[in-house]
């Protein structure tokens, strides 16, 4: 079973970071999740960074391995940074396979989410 890694933006606001982490835990409590591990880490101005993350889950024995880009908008950031830090993860670990998904923004469920919660 493969793990999931949420890659949030970080902030220098704790809380903030605090509030990705917590989601991770949410996403690891719901009953029909389907990953080994479920954890967060922080493309900048917050620990782990996404190769501390994935290496994370690489000393657990993960060889599979999902990254989710929570971030709403595919800029710079989706597009390149988190691509560049992936591959010089797979670089040095290249028996690890990470698969990365769309970013949150381009999910099909986003507006019908977005009116759920503006109810």
């Keep these: 079973?493969?793990?999931l890694l949420i890659i949030a933006?970080?902030?220098?606001?704790?809380?903030?970071?605090?509030?990705?982490?917590r989601l991770a835990e949410q996403v690891r409590a719901q009953p029909e999740q389907a990953y080994t591990h479920v954890e967060a880490?922080?493309?900048e101005l917050a620990e782990p960074g996404i190769g501390d993350?994935?290496?994370a889950l690489a000393a657990k024995g993960e060889t599979e391995i999902v990254a989710f880009p929570?971030?709403?908008?595919?800029?710079t950031h989706v597009a390149q940074d988190i691509p560049k830090a992936i591959a010089g993860f797979s670089a040095a670990y290249p028996a690890v396979e990470v698969r990365v998904t769309p970013h949150l923004g381009a999910s099909a469920s986003l507006p019908a989410t977005i009116l759920n919660v503006a109810a």
């Design 41 to 43: 880490a922080f493309l």
């Design 9 to 21: 933006h970080g902030s220098r606001r704790a809380a903030s970071n605090d509030e990705v982490r």
């Design 1 to 3: 079973m493969p793990s």
């Design 70 to 75: 929570y971030f709403l908008a595919a800029g």
């Design 53 to 55: 993350g994935l290496a």
